[in-house]
Structures are given as C-alpha cells and as structure tokens.
C-alpha cells in the first residue's frame, strides 16, 4: 500500500551522494545520445584476436572520454529490455522474464518522461518490429515522445543482416530522423548486428574469426568488429550533420553475448586453465563510456559500477539534482560512490571482493572467508528486494499522493 513507498523512498535517498562539482550541469542544455552496444562484453575492448584489434574506433574514442573499466550489465532473462529498463529507470529488472512485458502498464518515474517535462525530445531508433519486448506499451509508460521502428527504416534484402537492417545502414539513416527532431534531444539508438548467433556477410568481416570449438565465439569477433565500424561511421556522420558539437555520448554494452556455454573457448582466448565462477561474474563487465565533446579531460575509471547507476550519472551531467528521485544507483562520478555492483542473481563486486555462487573471492579470484563479503551481500540483497517491491506493488503510482505526504511529515 501507500506507506510501502515511504519506506522505499526513505530507503533509497538515504543511498543518495552527492554530485562532483565539477561535473555537475556539464552537459546542461545538451543533446543526449545513447547507444545501446548489443551483446558487448569489456574483454574485447583493447584486446586483438589474430593479432587485429577487436575494436579500434572504441579503443581510441576511450582515450578521449570517461571510460569506466569495471561497470557490469545487470540484466537477467530480459536481455536488451533489462538493460533498457533498468537505465532509464535506476531500478532494477525481474529476476525471470521481462518487467517490459510483466509491469508495462505501470507508473514509472524514467529518465524519458524527466527530461521531457523539462523540455527535452525524448526518441529511440531501433529498426525492429515496435511490440517487441512490448517496447510499444512500456516506452509510452517511460515517456518517450516517439519510437523510430522498424517502418522508419528502408529496409531491404541488401542491408539486412540476422535480425534485421545492418548497424551501418541503420545509423546512416537515423540521421535524417535525429535532424527532425528539436533540440535538445535525448535519443537511444539500439544496434542490431552484433546479435547471437553473430552473422555477417563476407564483404562486412572486417577481421577473421577466431579457432575454437564455439562457432558462436568465433563470429563473436567480426561481428564486434563491425559494430565497431558502425560507431566510428556514426560519429563522422554527426559532425558532418553539425550535431557533434552539442551532443554528449553515452556508450553501453546491453549484456553478455557470450554465455557460460563457451567457457572451454573462452579459456582458450584468454588463455587461461578455466572458468571459474570468480571468471564468469567478471566476464559479465560491459564497457561504459561517456563522451563529452570538446571536454578535454578524460580518464579510465576504476569505479566499481552498473547500467542501475547510468540515471544518476547522467542527470547530474545534465545539471538535475537527483535528491528527491527514487533511484537504486549511484552517480558514477560522485566522490563518495561506494564502488559496488549487484547483478540481478544477487552477485555483488566491490573494489576488494566478488561474491557469486554463494563463494567469496578477493580480486585476484582467491577464495576468501564468507564474512568479507557478508556485508555487500547483504546490502545487494536489501536493494534487490526494495527495488522489486516497487515493481510488484506498482509503488510510483502512490508518489505525490497526499497520503504520502501525510506520511512524511
Ligand atoms: C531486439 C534487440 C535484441 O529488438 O533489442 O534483443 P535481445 O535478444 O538482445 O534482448
Ligand atoms: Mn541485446
């Protein structure tokens, strides 16, 4: 009921830190681009395969931006919804199925619908079919202001690939659509290419595949490849437009692309006796970039992170005190950040340890005794089932109620 959002509410400001002055309204008046990056994982970000790099445009745009190396997905059976839900919102996603599907109709608090009431274009650009994942229905309850799907896109036998319309094509012509829209705008592009089961036409693999067993693995690193080209030609075609300059750039891998199934290949490109548990949990690290064109500070941050702490990051970026919100992340830039990551299976990463599978390890993958990673457990789990309560009891809908007001006074 009612006094359950008091109780959440209360527990989650009390997690609130406080900007860097710094950076704080950096990017006010700005427009936001978000790239959802599918299935990129950060072990191939400076890493080669045959010698070639996987990702040159990311690996050089990094040098010139705030990349942040130990930032997890916290995404389970929901894949790129996950990922979507839990950044526009600071909350996180069910443990099974799709809160896209499942919660779709509730009251939210989303980055969209902020930014729009404060004047902002809120869009996304995905060439696939709207329903999917209820994007349809659960984008209207985020509050964007328009879907670019499929019908938006010129799509044809040529520029299709796997799931659909190629990442190059696919930026090349959202730019059109991104000129029509008023500045300032908040977009999120979501790539396609880089999708199981990884295909890609012969005159697009830029790079060979790998020698394993994993066929998928293998595809993996031409696929990355080519998203990564797609970025770069993105990039140019934003300052050709003249947009570059007042935009800033959000980059996130969505989730894992390469699942525990492939470990003997994965072992064999890391080169390493096994897989362990402690392996698998830091596997789950997908890269997270922000770049702010013409700042001309950049860093590679070791901060402890998740896609939960992007909606904090980025309003204060945007100037917006996140006081008030009801948020299970942290500004990833706050000094006080307390350096912790909690994916969705109850995993916790911190600075010093990383507890999965009911084991406790220190950083270099040893196992520790449980009460060194007792605290964070328990912590990750009270967030965890306060996050879900908001879902499952649809608690927004009571914010601003005056029973609640009543409550906290
Ligand atoms: C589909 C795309 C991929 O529209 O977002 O979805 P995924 O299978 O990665 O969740
Ligand atoms: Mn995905």
Not at 6 to 32: C, M, R, S, T
Not at 77 to 88: A, L, M
Not at 211 to 235: I, K, Q
């Amino acid at each position: 009921d009612s006094s359950d959002i008091v109780e959440v509410k209360n527990y989650a400001q009390a997690n609130h830190k406080d900007p860097d002055p710094e950076l704080f309204g950096i990017a006010e008046g700005k427009n936001v681009v978000m790239i959802s990056l599918e299935s990129l994982q950060t072990f191939v970000i400076n890493n080669t395969v045959n010698g070639e790099e996987v990702t040159p445009f990311l690996n050089e745009l990094i040098e010139d931006s705030y990349y942040f190396e130990n930032f997890y997905h916290q995404t389970a059976q929901g894949k790129t919804s996950d990922s979507e839900f839990i950044v526009d919102n600071s909350m996180f996603g069910r443990d099974s199925g799709s809160v896209f599907f499942t919660h779709g109709g509730n009251d939210y608090n989303a980055l969209p619908e902020f930014l729009s009431n404060e004047g902002m274009y809120t869009s996304v650009m995905h060439s696939n079919n709207k329903s999917f994942w209820n994007r349809d229905i659960m984008y209207q309850s985020l509050g964007y202001d328009q879907f670019f799907d499929v019908n938006s896109y010129d799509v044809t036998e040529e520029n299709s690939v796997g799931w659909g319309l190629k990442d190059v094509d696919f930026f090349e012509q959202s730019i059109d659509l991104l000129q029509s829209q008023p500045e300032p705008f908040y977009t999120k592009f979501i790539t396609l290419t880089n999708h199981f089961p990884f295909e890609l036409d012969e005159e697009d693999k830029m790079i060979d595949e790998y020698d394993s067993n994993s066929g998928t693995l293998n595809r993996f690193f031409p696929t990355v490849r080519y998203m990564d080209h797609a970025v770069e030609r993105f990039f140019e075609e934003m300052k050709e437009s003249g947009m570059y300059e007042d935009t800033i750039f959000i980059l996130y891998g969505d989730h894992y692309g390469i699942s525990e199934n492939h470990n003997r290949a994965m072992s064999q490109y890391l080169d390493k006796d096994e897989i362990t548990p402690f392996d698998s949990t830091q596997l789950q690290r997908v890269p997270m970039i922000v770049h702010i064109p013409g700042h001309d500070k950049s860093e590679t941050i070791s901060t402890v992170g998740g896609q939960i702490d992007v909606k904090p990051t980025l309003m204060h970026l945007l100037g917006h005190s996140t006081r008030n919100e009801i948020h299970f992340g942290t500004d990833l830039f706050a000094p006080e950040n307390e350096s912790r990551a909690v994916l969705r299976n109850g995993s916790v990463i911190t600075d010093d340890i990383v507890y999965t599978n009911n084991t406790c390890y220190d950083k270099q993958g040893e196992e520790i005794e449980m009460e060194s990673c007792d605290p964070d457990i328990e912590k990750g789990l009270s967030d965890l089932e306060h996050s879900d309560r908001i879902i499952y009891g649809d608690l927004l809908r009571f914010l601003d109620s005056e029973e609640v007001e009543e409550q906290e006074e």
